[in-house]
């Protein structure tokens, strides 16, 4: 038997350990640990910002120092205004004040439980023939009801991350278009199959990849009844 004094030393440890392991989770959450990127960054923005037909940079050694007014070097960041997101496809080049447009590749590069973070990978379009450069050593995390994102510095000028308004999810969703419909019999021809939304389960759904979001598609069946 463990003496009742170590089993208690043991368990204020183990609540200790976990405080802190869920506290550092959330550190990046907190207003006073990220910064904010509120200019004009959306990408409805034009690639040059008047009145003086500015080219913004997210380099704190723009050579041209054209450095962004709300760029304080890598670190956490969080959109806000126009832009409160991380686009998931190419603005294309010359948008949101720049001219290489920095975003955020993948269906699923967004965390979706609350202080969930994940490494991400970030690219900007580089010129009107759609070329890509790729910065690696981001991560983005899940704040409930925001998402902060760690941007490394890009690699050169005119380069500069892009934000959008519409939320990740909207992007970022798979499709249910078989057999969906109240009008589909209970039993699928031709083998009188009836389906199962279960990972592994012998008689999976076709189109079911798994828990998360999902848009329904298809005649006769667009949204739940």
């Given amino acids: 038997m463990i003496p009742y004094e170590r089993r208690i030393g043991n368990v204020a440890l183990l609540i200790l350990i976990l405080g802190i392991q869920q506290a550092n989770g959330q550190d990046e959450c907190e207003a006073a640990n ?54 998931m496809k190419t603005p294309g080049a010359g948008r949101c004040g720049t001219g290489h447009t920095g975003w955020l590749p993948g269906r ?8 969930e973070t994940k490494d991400v990978t970030y690219v900007f379009h580089w010129g009107d023939n759609g070329y890509f ?42 499709v249910l278009n078989v057999y969906r419909s109240i009008n589909d019999p209970g039993f699928i021809e031709p083998n009188k199959v009836r389906y199962c939304d279960k990972v592994d389960y012998f ?12 848009r329904f598609e298809g005649e006769g069946a667009t949204e739940m009844p």
């Avoid at 590069?109 to 202080?115: A, C, E, G, N, W």
């Avoid at 760690?150 to 000028?157: S, V």
């Fill in 108 to 115: 699923n590069t967004h965390p979706f439980k609350k202080y």
């Fill in 34 to 87: 990220h910064n904010i990127l509120d200019d004009r960054r959306s990408v409805n923005d034009p690639g040059f910002l008047p009145p003086d037909r500015e080219r913004y940079c997210d380099r704190m050694d723009a050579r041209n120092k054209n450095t962004s007014p709300d760029w304080k070097g890598p670190g956490w960041y969080r959109f806000e205004g126009k832009a409160t997101f991380m686009p």
């Fill in 203 to 214: 008689k999976q759904s076709p189109d079911w990849e798994g828990p998360g979001w999902y």
């Fill in 133 to 174: 450069m790729a910065t690696s050593g981001g991560k983005v995390t899940d704040c409930g009801d925001f998402y902060v994102y760690y941007l490394p510095e890009p690699p050169d000028c005119d380069y500069r991350y892009c934000g959008t308004p519409t939320r990740p999810e909207c992007n970022s969703y798979k």
